[in-house]
């Protein structure tokens, strides 16, 4: 991952440094946030759907009209390969432990019921309905509770078992769902986003960094709006040592070093300038157009409005093909 995980190091027998269980948005949130940090993240997604229940999503931030349950999926898991996570349309039977105190070394295989089983450091569940993958993980009693219903009893992953940042007594295993925020679509994309920001801080605790050190926001900001002493380098090695002074580090030592570069090569990688900014916000544009119906855009804008904007050579040669 970026900001100081060693991404050239050798690690054996690892196939991703995560895995989401889960494709809907608890999950998708997840693996974008993991994936723009760098981390290698699979998104298994396949299995028994909540949302997919779902008419008509009316309360999604960002769709004034809402939006059918099938765009939004297409949408999200677009975001996600878009971010360089990996979907994998297969349904994960298992997740085994694996003893480790290496933290560059796999901790859990996880086994698919059709595709072959991968290693990984890092599982980030992110399934509402079904939580019996985890099952041998801990102890039965810890991770599943019993309840009565129509006079038969059930068994259910525990809500209560990951605390509310997403970690649980196992080292690498973290849950977004089910959770109590996963009962509407958007508070659970935004349990999703806590877990993996909780998953990024640990690695990078993991990779030397101190708790302090290693919390971060994802934040693209405007190189116009930054203040010309803040484009020194030397400024900011000067305010992440002031800042940090009373880190349970050496400030002499290597390690402290490594962690500073990496912070402050993350803080001036964040910085884009008009060109960049403008440009994202049109692929952006073309990335959410790619999934409306074209009747909607013309609906919406006019036919006048997007022959407007269509280059003349291009209309001419539609219309010499519709003769």
Do not use: K
Not at 61 to 76: A, H, N, Q, S
Not at 80 to 102: H, I, K, M, P
Not at 216 to 236: F, G, K, N, T
């Amino acid at each position: 991952m970026s900001g100081g995980v060693d991404r050239d190091a050798v690690v054996t027998g690892l196939d991703y440094e995560a895995v989401v269980v889960g494709g809907g948005p608890a999950g998708c949130s997840a693996a974008v946030f993991l994936a723009r940090e760098g981390i290698d993240v699979a998104m298994f997604n396949r299995g028994r759907s909540s949302i997919a229940r779902c008419a008509h999503l009316g309360n999604y931030l960002g769709f004034p009209g809402g939006i059918d349950v099938e765009t939004l999926y297409d949408l999200m898991h677009d975001h996600v390969e878009r971010a360089s996570g990996e979907l994998v349309g297969d349904l994960v039977e298992s997740v085994e432990s694996r003893a480790t105190d290496d933290t560059e070394e796999a901790r859990f295989r996880v086994t698919p019921q059709e595709g072959e089983p991968v290693a990984t450091r890092c599982v980030v569940a992110a399934t509402r309905y079904d939580g019996e993958y985890l099952r041998g993980l801990d102890d039965d009693a810890a991770m599943f509770e019993t309840h009565d219903h129509g006079g038969e009893t059930r068994e259910h992953f525990d809500r209560e078992y990951a605390d509310p940042d997403g970690t649980t007594p196992i080292d690498g295993l973290y849950v977004a769902s089910p959770s109590e925020a996963d009962r509407q679509a958007i508070t659970a994309a935004g349990r999703g986003a806590r877990v993996a920001r909780r998953v990024v801080t640990d690695a990078r605790i993991d990779d030397g960094w101190w708790p302090a050190a290693a919390e971060d926001v994802d934040w693209v900001r405007r190189e116009a709006e930054r203040e010309e002493e803040w484009a020194d380098r030397d400024r900011w090695v000067e305010w992440f040592d002031q800042r940090h002074a009373d880190a349970p580090v050496d400030p002499e030592s290597e390690r402290f070093a490594r962690v500073r570069e990496a912070a402050i090569d993350e803080t001036l990688a964040s910085y884009v300038d008009a060109d960049e900014a403008e440009e994202q916000a049109a692929e952006g544009g073309r990335a959410l157009a790619d999934h409306l119906d074209p009747r909607a855009v013309v609906d919406a804008h006019g036919a006048e409005a997007l022959l407007d904007a269509m280059d003349d050579e291009d209309i001419a040669a539609y219309g010499a093909r519709a003769r």
